[in-house]
């Protein structure tokens, strides 16, 4: 099993990456962010259109005054004409009432177009991580996921909604005032240029700290999101050992740590703001005492200093929306990189390029020299071989470890072998169709686990078509009629959050009938009866002997009670199989399994 050499489950929450590391990372984001800009680029378009007209519009006020000053109140003064004077007022006031109209548009434009992306980054990233193997989510912590779905892509929306905006309304402000400057009076352009270089170097520093900061604040906020959600979805396991003051510590030290990273953040931006004040005010103080001296001797008139006074001004004054984007971006870039990582994962367990269609499967499967490990390299299952002939029941009996779980992970295709093949009626699983292996294999596991809706669309989950009369008759099947009809509505009763208004047996026989109304053809039962009482139990084994006479049935369980209705017996040790045969030879003999058998007895007793 490989895993990508810059992913979610790799080294995403790390902050120490290498130079190649991290260009390949900023590739990827700007992959991920081209991929969901690329189908809306008219928006775009019409969006930098409204923002250069709007712009221009707000630049075009000083050159306005300069212009009233210095020629239509002389007119005023000298003529007692007052159209020039009009004239001016009334462009003043169009231009502002118009780019503040523009500004408003622009305003919804841009708001459309980051709804439009944050609505395809979501969709992207739940359907994503749905589709991945269960290999990722398996190291990939729940607490992480979420994290990459709620702040993360809170983090990009706030740059794409204020950020984005700031910047590129800011760097265009600065850009056309910088033009106007120069056209009205080109030596406090000069000035004004070389006072940029300070301002570039004051940018830079800010940019290249803020960088490693706000990276390492994604990771710590991340952690903090992670410690709070396993604690609270672990919460019952926290009570019984009384791990709270331990919690207490740990996610103590966690918030501290993010206070600090914030705090430093705080202190790079309280000297990056007076930083860039300092530089605004030497450079009115410049212009101003350049120009005076300029008017005073004739060739500049008062109206151009006015002007070019307010141009100063106004240039640095955007800079401040840019500092609250540099902001924005480290964070929102941070994020970006972990969900384009996320995202770049791909399926360690991929569908078919040309499946196999199997309509009608008989159940025979077969393990065909099978080895197998997890991606720590540590083998499983060595050269495995194993023939079920369909319709036929086996049980899996060994201790922790023994690689019965992971025999039927393999069966499912949760994972494929690292060689051989498994195959369901001579076809390899690598090559079936997905659904017809989802519908000829069917695993119900120890877990239980019940979604949010009614207890029938819970028994549905594997027919979604079925009708209420089969539900109840799958109910039945397995001796769970009684218990839902006592339910306050019965089947339409609301399982509320994770099953929490049926019990933990309850849930179990639920997701029995969820599996045998679903009719596979291989039912793989993974410690399926151990949360069960034993009249529950009892009911499954009088529903088992009927609903597995057909099927091909794979049977986990430490319960040797359980065993009994199998066909066979498969002993398993080191991931080999040391005793095959039915339960009752296997019980008169002197191996493993008998030996098991009578320490259960005894424990009976």
Known sequence: MTTATVSGTSGEDRSDYTREESRAIRQRSLRLL???????????????????????????????????????LPAVIERSDWMPTIGVVGIYLLAGIGGAVLIGWYVVVAARLTQAVMLDLRKRIFLHTQRLSLEFHESYTSGRIISRQTSDLDTIRELLDGGLNELVSGVLYGLFTLIALFLIDWQSGLILTVMGIPMYLLMRWFYMRSQVIYRESRVISAQVIVKFVETMTGIRAVKAFRKEPRNDDEFGSLAASYRDVNMRSIKLFGTFEPGIMAVAAVSVAVVLLWGGGRVIAGPLEIGVLTAAVLYVRNFFSPLQEVAFFLNSYQSATAALEKVSGVLEEEPTVPDPTDPIDLWTAKGHVRFDDVTFGYSDDRVILPHFSLDIPAGQTIALVGTTGAGKSTLAKLVSRFYDPTRGAVTLDDVDLRRLHPKDLRRAIVMVTQEAYLFSGTVADNIALGKPDATMDEIRAAARAVGADGFISKLPDGYDTDVNKRGGRVSAGQRQLISFARAFL????????????????IPSERLIQDALQTLLADRTAIIIAHRLSTVAIADRVLVMEHGRIIEDDTPAALIAGTGKFAQLHAAWRESLV
Do not use: H, K
Not at 54 to 70: E, K, M, N, Q, W
Not at 518 to 533: R, W
């Open 34 to 72: 081209g991929s969901l800009v690329s189908p809306l680029r008219w928006q775009l378009v019409l969006a930098a259109s409204v923002l250069v007209v709007s712009t221009a519009l707000r630049v075009a006020g000083p050159a306005l005054i300069a212009y009233g000053i210095d020629n239509a």
């Open 518 to 533: 679903a009719d596979p053809s291989v039912l793989i039962l993974d410690e399926a009866t151990a949360s069960l009482d």
